[in-house]
Each structure stands twice: as structure tokens, then as C-alpha cells.
């Protein structure tokens, strides 16, 4: 069974560019997510999806961060303009019901993003 | 404020001996945690989780944690590590704020050496 998928596993641009990461989760799984992982910490959460829903944005730096997740299987999340803070890891993850609290999430190898 | 604090940066141990990594929570009613390991260039992968039920949680790899309601804790351990045990472990809880949230800790990294 394929994992989740992410892509590209690497970008590099410019500040005050935009820059956008797809997320393809496991076949099945309702909810997904994306986190923020800077250097030397824990994933942050960005985003929870249930199905196409957005139940959780409220880490979100709206100004300049967007997500859809249309038919509710894949997900792009889009920065523009990017900053040189936001050099990170994405990670998308996924899982069978999110709002059951035994489910743990499945994690794709994430998408390193460097903006210089 | 609800959190999770790994207090050790990084963990180093001998092949074959035992390893601890330590992990404390603070949440408001009853809590959820989980274990993850993060290979290099690879994904979060999970390791365990605690529900309810034994104190005492058994998961992949012969890994294993201790759930200590009393001292907020719940450290992962393992009998006896390996070199390829060597990675960068989370703690996580999930925390219910108006929706479940997952929270991580800030991560352990585990030197196993030869």
C-alpha cells in the first residue's frame, strides 16, 4: 500500500515568490493535515482537513498561506509571497478518522522548503 | 497551557544496553499520547500510543513506554537498542480544543553507538 505522498521533496526560491506543495494521502483516509517542521523542533499543525472541510485553521498565517483539498482526497497548501522565515519542512499527514483520538496519522517524507 | 516538553535534546547510549527517552505532558483531563521516530529522509512514522487501559504501552520495533499518571509522564524505553535505533523520537498528545489537536514535542535525538 502506497504511503502518503508528497512532492517535491525540495524547493528552492526566492523571498516574495510563491511556492506550492501537493499531498496525495493514503486511499481511504478522511482527515488530513499539514504541519510545519522548523529546524530542531516538533511538527506545528497548519491545517486539518475533514474530507474537503477545513476544521482547523487557526494556526494558518492566512495573509499569506492557503490550502484546498477539492474532492477531498488531494491537497495543495500555497505560500505567496514567501518569506525568508518560512524555510521549513511541510509534512502532510493523514488519517482514518481524525476526530477519534486512538488514530494515529501517517506521515509523508515532507517537503523541505529553503527561501533565500 | 496544554504541552508536551521532551527535556532531553539528544540521548546516547551503548549498543545493547538499555535507552529511556523521557516525556512529559501537561493537559487538561485525560490524556492521549503517542510516539513517533523520524528517520533520516523519512517520514514521521509511528511507534505507540496510550489510550486507556495498561499503564505499561508495547509497540513497534521492541520499543515500549510507561504511562505515569502521577508524574505526567511517558517515556519511551527499549530493552536493549541498536545502532539503527538511532533517530529523532516525538512525544505527541492529543488535546481536544473545540476539535482533537495533536501536539508534539520538540524532539529526542538517539545516538546509539557500537
Known amino acids: 500500500e502506497a504511503g502518503v505522498v508528497q512532492s517535491p521533496r525540495y524547493k528552492i526560491i526566492e523571498k516574495k515568490q510563491p511556492v506550492a506543495f501537493w499531498c496525495n494521502p493514503i486511499?481511504?483516509?478522511?482527515?488530513l493535515y499539514w504541519y510545519r517542521q522548523n529546524l530542531g523542533q516538533g511538527p506545528e499543525l497548519l491545517i486539518r482537513y475533514e474530507n474537503e472541510e477545513a476544521v482547523d485553521d487557526s494556526q494558518l498565517p492566512k495573509d499569506r498561506f492557503s490550502a484546498e483539498r477539492l474532492k477531498g482526497v488531494d491537497s495543495t497548501l500555497k505560500i505567496q509571497p514567501a518569506e525568508l522565515g518560512d524555510s521549513a519542512v511541510y509534512l502532510c499527514?493523514?488519517?482514518?478518522?481524525?476526530?477519534?483520538?486512538?488514530?494515529?496519522?501517517?506521515f509523508g517524507q515532507g517537503t523541505r522548503l529553503t527561501v533565500v | 497551557a496544554q504541552s508536551v516538553a521532551q527535556p532531553e535534546d539528544q540521548v546516547n547510549v551503548a549498543e545493547g544496553n538499555p535507552l529511556t527517552v523521557k516525556c512529559t505532558y501537561s493537559v487538561s483531563g485525560n490524556p492521549y499520547l503517542f510516539w513517533y521516530v523520524q528517520y533520516p529522509n523519512r517520514g514521521l512514522q509511528f511507534l505507540l500510543k496510550?489510550?486507556?487501559?495498561?499503564?505499561l504501552v508495547k509497540g513497534s520495533y521492541g520499543f515500549e513506554a510507561e504511562f505515569n499518571k502521577s508524574q505526567t509522564s511517558f517515556h519511551l524505553k527499549k530493552p536493549s537498542a541498536l545502532v539503527s535505533d538511532s533517530a529523532l523520537y516525538f512525544c505527541a498528545v492529543i488535546v481536544n480544543t473545540g476539535g482533537f489537536k495533536t501536539i508534539f514535542g520538540a524532539g529526542t535525538r538517539l545516538f546509539v553507538k557500537a
Open positions: 496510550y489510550i486507556t487501559g495498561d499503564n
Open positions: 499527514a493523514s488519517s482514518l478518522l481524525g476526530t477519534a483520538l486512538n488514530t494515529e496519522a501517517f
Open positions: 486511499s481511504g483516509h478522511n482527515t
